[in-house]
Structure formats: C-alpha cells, structure tokens
C-alpha cells in the first residue's frame, strides 16, 4: 500500500503563497488520481483539487485560479501551490487517493494546517 504524507502547511497573511507538498512512499502512478481536500472547524470536508494520472487536473470553483496542482513524477511528490490566499481558505488541507469519480479511495492522514489571517 502506497502511503501519502502531506506536508508544507503554516501562517500566512492574507494575498500570500504557500506550497503544499504530497510526498509518496511508491509511485504516484499507481493510483487513479490524487486529490487536495480541505475541511475547515464544523464545515464538511471538500475537494480542493486533484490531478488524475494522465495528469488532468480539477479545481473547486473557489480555488480556480488561485491555486495550481502538480506533481514530480521523479520524485514522487504532488504539490499545491496556493497564491491570493485568502482567510477563508484556512483549514487543514489533506492529500488522499481518489478513484477515476474523485472519491476518497485511501486512508486519511493527519493533514497539514494552513491559516490565513492578518
């Protein structure tokens, strides 16, 4: 079983950058898709991003344009670059294996947190 370990998670002010970092323990490839999630304090946990592994990527509607899925396929490793940060995109942000429909298809880790305030 292929683990994931995200990390890169911190303090931001608000219009800053972050870079979240999925680190792999196999081969990114031997999954359908990988997706960012997000779930912020009493609020449902949702799909940020994800990127499918002939590299097609899908971003929620309040993250387009803002924030940017890609991987290393040497390394093993998809990233999420976050720009234009904004306060409520505070929430831990988790990197998980999806299926071909984008559903959670593996075990979910500790996340990183990520806040953004002034």
């Known amino acids: 079983q292929v683990q994931l370990v995200e990390s890169g998670g911190g303090l931001v002010q608000p219009g800053g950058s972050l870079r979240l970092s999925c680190a792999a323990s196999?081969?990114?490839?031997?999954?359908?898709?990988i997706g960012w999630y997000r779930q912020a304090p009493e609020k449902q946990r949702e799909l940020v991003a994800a990127i499918s592994r002939a590299g097609k990527t899908n971003y929620a509607d309040s993250v387009q344009g803002r924030f940017t899925v890609s991987r290393d396929n040497a390394k093993n490793i998809v990233y999420l670059q976050m720009n234009s940060l904004k306060p409520e995109d505070t929430a831990v942000y988790y990197c998980i294996p999806a299926d071909w429909s984008l559903r959670p298809a593996g075990s979910w880790g500790q996340g990183t947190q990520v806040t953004v305030s002034s």
């Open positions: 196999g081969s990114i490839f031997s999954f359908n898709a």
